[in-house]
């Protein structure tokens, strides 16, 4: 009690005793030491010091309001930002999430000003890079080196490049480039431009593409227009081309008729020049191969006429255990010969394949031509070869 009552006195000394007493006898603080020079009597001051009191209390207020005011929307940044840690946050916010990166994706890379000039006469498609605007930085200061590559999805062997720019997200490319296509292929193929971030030392970034069906484009006029980039697609949709067979089936003689007519639109497979095709008819019996046959080869050209016909002996009860397999390959003299496209037939195929065999199961002697669009090789192969993976047990989720 003594002490409080001296410490009290202590601090009460310096507001009632002159402004000399203070300095000696206790160390205000500076608001104390300020009031204890005004002379003012001992309520007002008492008054003073209660009002600073209930101030500094509301300015506490105000800066713990102001802290979580800031701290919900950090909530919603992490959502747009895609830096979600949590998982339960995840699996929450996660079809927002989708939308949000497929947004991302689709806009923010910026925009293309090319032009097409088709010349019926020469059978030249004339593409014009002019310039590109707002292109996303892809560098750490901020900018890209641009430039374009362009090709047609008709011939994707040939492909041009614009000159590099420096540093700039806003590039005057102004190259023209020209594309043997003759009419008849126009249809079937696609302009693709591709903007690239050149990087010295790395792989160079993609920043975005335009692609443009040119069955969708009136090439009797000049075009010229602007198109936003958006992502590159990941695989590249090759056309391989189509071919016509007919296939026949006599129960009473096991005998099996693969017919191969002709083929169009193949792939270009050598670099100076067209292809080399011929076919390949391979009979796979539970999914060993069986027999095989092949056609000729004709040289350079991109549209064969075949009309080779092969016959397997194929016996009635084994024909639901059967796969043909027909495939595209180009003849090469110096190195290996390369396929170009393939597909199965057989009760296992798929779409147009399933229904050309069960037209062929349920016309027995008569022949069925068909055109067919041949397939990537490896895609055949795996399809060929799914059922004994599918033997397997799948792992539980
Ligand atoms: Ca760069
Ligand atoms: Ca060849």
């Given at each position: 009690?003594?002490?409080?009552?001296?410490?009290?006195?202590?601090?009460?000394?310096?507001?009632?005793?002159?402004?000399?007493?203070?300095?000696?006898?206790?160390?205000?603080?500076?608001?104390?030491?300020?009031?204890?020079?005004?002379?003012?009597?001992?309520?007002?001051?008492?008054?003073?010091?209660?009002?600073?009191?209930?101030?500094?209390?509301?300015?506490?207020?105000?800066?713990?309001?102001?802290?979580?005011?800031?701290?919900?929307?950090?909530?919603?940044?992490?959502?747009?930002?895609?830096?979600?840690?949590?998982?339960?946050?995840?699996?929450?916010?996660?079809?927002?999430?989708?939308?949000?990166?497929?947004?991302?994706?689709?806009?923010?890379?910026?925009?293309?000003?090319?032009?097409?000039?088709?010349?019926?006469?020469?059978?030249?498609?004339?593409?014009?890079?002019?310039?590109?605007?707002?292109?996303?930085?892809?560098?750490?200061?901020?900018?890209?080196?641009?430039?374009?590559?362009?090709?047609?999805?008709?011939?994707?062997?040939?492909?041009?490049?614009?000159?590099?720019?420096?540093?700039?997200?806003?590039?005057?490319?102004?190259?023209?480039?020209?594309?043997?296509?003759?009419?008849?292929?126009?249809?079937?193929?696609?302009?693709?431009?591709?903007?690239?971030?050149?990087?010295?030392?790395?792989?160079?970034?993609?920043?975005?593409?335009?692609?443009?069906?040119?069955?969708?484009?009136?090439?009797?006029?000049?075009?010229?227009?602007?198109?936003?980039?958006?992502?590159?697609?990941?695989?590249?949709?090759?056309?391989?081309?189509?071919?016509?067979?007919?296939?026949?089936y006599?129960p009473?003689?096991?005998?099996l008729?693969?017919?191969?007519?002709?083929?169009?639109?193949?792939?270009?497979?050598?670099?100076?020049?067209?292809?080399?095709?011929?076919?390949?008819?391979?009979?796979i019996l539970n999914r060993?191969?069986?027999?095989?046959?092949?056609?000729?080869?004709?040289?350079?050209?991109?549209?064969?006429?075949?009309?080779?016909?092969?016959?397997?002996?194929v016996p009635f009860n084994q024909i639901q255990n059967v796969d043909v397999?027909?495939?595209?390959?180009?003849?090469?003299?110096?190195?290996?010969?390369?396929?170009?496209?393939?597909?199965?037939l057989g009760c296992r195929a798929?779409?147009?394949?399933l229904?050309?065999w069960s037209?062929m199961l349920?016309?027995?002697?008569?022949?069925?031509?068909?055109?067919?669009?041949?397939?990537?090789?490896?895609?055949?192969?795996?399809?060929?070869?799914?059922?004994?993976?599918?033997?397997?047990?799948?792992?539980?989720?």
């Open positions: 009690m003594a002490v409080a009552a001296r410490q009290g006195r202590a601090t009460a000394s310096p507001l009632t005793s002159s402004p000399v007493a203070t300095s000696t006898t206790a160390r205000p603080g500076f608001l104390g030491g300020w009031l204890s020079r005004i002379p003012l009597p001992k309520w007002a001051l008492i008054a003073i010091a209660v009002a600073v009191a209930v101030l500094l209390l509301l300015f506490l207020i105000c800066i713990i309001r102001c802290c979580c005011r800031k701290k919900k929307p950090k909530k919603k940044e992490r959502v747009s930002l895609h830096t979600v840690g949590n998982s339960t946050m995840a699996s929450l916010v996660q079809p927002e999430m989708e939308d949000l990166e497929r947004a991302a994706e689709q806009t923010g890379r910026g925009k293309l000003q090319y032009s097409l000039e088709y010349n019926f006469r020469a059978q030249e498609l004339k593409v014009g890079v002019k310039q590109a605007a707002e292109l996303k930085a892809m560098d750490s200061g901020g900018t890209s080196d641009p430039y374009v590559i362009v090709y047609l999805t008709s011939d994707m062997k040939k492909r041009y490049e614009t000159k590099v720019y420096r540093k700039t997200l806003n590039p005057v490319f102004n190259e023209n480039f020209t594309f043997q296509v003759p009419q008849a292929e126009v249809p079937d193929s696609t302009l693709v431009m591709q903007m690239y971030d050149f990087n010295r030392f790395a792989k160079h970034d993609i920043i975005g593409e335009v692609r443009l069906p040119l069955a969708s484009v009136n090439l009797q006029h000049v075009i010229e227009q602007w198109s936003d980039l958006v992502a590159a697609s990941k695989v590249e949709e090759e056309h391989l081309g189509e071919i016509c067979f007919s296939l026949r006599v009473s003689t096991s005998k008729t693969v017919l191969i007519l002709e083929a169009k639109k193949l792939k270009r497979m050598d670099s100076h020049g067209l292809s080399d095709p011929f076919v390949k008819v391979h009979l060993k191969k069986w027999k095989k046959k092949k056609t000729s080869v004709k040289k350079n050209t991109l549209s064969p006429y075949f009309n080779e016909a092969f016959v397997f002996e397999v027909i495939s595209v390959w180009d003849h090469d003299k110096v190195t290996k010969n390369e396929p170009i496209g393939k597909l199965f798929t779409g147009k394949q229904r050309h037209d349920s016309n027995p002697r008569r022949p069925l031509a068909q055109w067919h669009s041949l397939q990537p090789p490896d895609v055949v192969d795996k399809a060929l070869g799914l059922k004994s993976h599918l033997k397997l047990p799948l792992p539980h989720r």
